[in-house]
């Protein structure tokens, strides 16, 4: 079963747009990407969804290139409750399978 | 819309006791799912309900961990006996479905095991 792999840290300032860089290799051709937030003592959240292409909503751009082997989810003027660890899942099929996480910390 | 509901919200056991742990998903979301996260890593998949059906439990320990979901709607995750490595933060979540739905995720059961 393939894994994502994303980097275990990253930091910024408020106010700037943070990309985060996911690298899914052997995602199914049927299996979406998604990507959810969490932070200390709750369960993850449900950020943003997509297939190809890009995908767009109120909290996050997610970028995906046509060959599907990465994704990069897009934070547009992040502000210190922004500070959270952030997942790329791939679902392969019925499962959803998390990586380690990439730590994002937001400094002002 | 209220959320997945977990209790208890914190536990702690000595090793070898047994501990349950319960989940009321959303309402109408056919699909439960059980995790665990250990500090620092990202949740691990135990065990996948479709109603009150086992799609996959390929990842649950067997020999200690069980769970069931009673008429398609709660669900309950169990462990017994309990070993100092099962200290985690068990997560259930919901969904309609897979792909494009989305899961909703509680907010946990931390479990210390001492």
């Known amino acids: 079963l393939a894994k994502t792999t994303q980097p275990i840290s990253m930091d910024s300032y408020e106010g700037q747009e943070v990309n985060i860089t996911c690298s899914h290799n052997n995602i199914a051709t049927n299996d979406y990407i998604t990507w959810y937030q969490q932070f200390p003592s709750q369960g993850p959240r449900f950020i943003i969804q997509g297939y190809k292409t890009k995908v767009t909503n109120e909290v996050a751009s997610l970028f995906i290139p046509a060959d599907r082997k990465s994704s990069t989810l897009s934070l547009p003027r992040v502000s210190l409750s922004d500070t959270a660890v952030y997942y790329c899942?791939?679902?392969?099929?019925?499962?959803?399978?998390f990586g380690a996480g990439t730590i994002l910390r937001v400094k002002s | 819309e209220a959320g997945v509901a977990q209790s208890p919200r914190y536990k702690i056991i000595e090793k070898r006791q047994s501990v349950a742990f319960w989940c009321n998903p959303i309402s109408g979301h056919a699909t439960l799912y059980w995790y665990q996260q250990i500090l620092g890593q990202g949740p691990k998949l135990l065990i996948q309900f479709q109603n009150n059906g086992v799609v996959d439990d390929s990842q649950l320990p067997k020999d200690r961990f069980s769970a069931e979901r009673l008429k398609g709607v709660d669900s309950t995750l169990k462990i017994q006996p309990a070993k100092l490595e099962d200290s985690a933060v068990y997560l259930c979540?919901?969904?309609?479905?897979?792909?494009?739905?989305?899961?909703?995720f509680g907010s946990g059961t931390r479990l210390t095991v001492v």
């Open positions: 979540a919901s969904s309609l479905g897979t792909g494009i739905y989305g899961y909703t």
């Open positions: 899942l791939g679902e392969y099929g019925n499962k959803l399978v």
